[in-house]
């Protein structure tokens, strides 16, 4: 019954998990935990996504920070050149407040 509660308790605990992420870019797709396509209208996307400037910043969904070393990476992010070929398709928005899931459905793809 003990088990019950503990997995319980990480199901509800997931979802705090899912704010910002560090990323980091790799060279190579077979380096990647996430493959990622930039489209072009928002209507496209899976996420809208912000860049921020500090890691403290990213802390919600879509709000990404880009780590100078892979070791600080919560994914490591290979950018593919056909929609086609993503796990996830993003969209850059312009503000802070625009950014977050448009597909729910998706969301594991960066637990």
Same mark, same amino acid.
């Given at each position: 019954?003990?088990?019950?509660?503990?997995?319980?308790?990480?199901?509800?605990?997931?979802?705090?998990?899912?704010?910002?992420?560090?990323?980091?870019? $790799? #060279?190579?797709?077979? @380096? *990647?935990?996430?493959?990622?396509?930039? %489209? +072009?209208?928002? /209507?496209?996307? =899976?996420? !809208? &996504?912000?860049?921020?400037?500090?890691?403290?910043?990213?802390?919600?969904?879509?709000?990404?920070?880009? $780590? #100078?070393?892979?070791? @600080? *990476?919560?994914?490591?992010?290979?950018? %593919? +050149?056909?929609? /086609?070929?993503? =796990?996830? !398709? &993003?969209?850059?928005?312009?503000?802070?407040?625009?950014?977050?899931?448009?597909?729910?459905?998706?969301?594991?793809?960066?637990?």
């Amino acid at each position: 019954m003990r088990t019950i509660y503990i997995l319980l308790a990480a199901l509800i605990a997931l979802p705090v998990s899912l704010a910002g992420q560090k990323v980091y870019r $790799v #060279e190579y797709e077979s @380096q *990647a935990d996430l493959k990622v396509f930039v %489209v +072009e209208y928002e /209507s496209q996307c =899976d996420l !809208k &996504v912000f860049f921020v400037d500090y890691e403290s910043k990213a802390k919600e969904d879509g709000l990404w920070f880009f $780590v #100078e070393y892979e070791s @600080q *990476a919560d994914k490591k992010i290979y950018f %593919v +050149e056909y929609e /086609s070929q993503a =796990d996830l !398709k &993003v969209y850059k928005v312009k503000y802070e407040s625009q950014a977050g899931w448009k597909k729910q459905e998706k969301q594991h793809l960066l637990l």
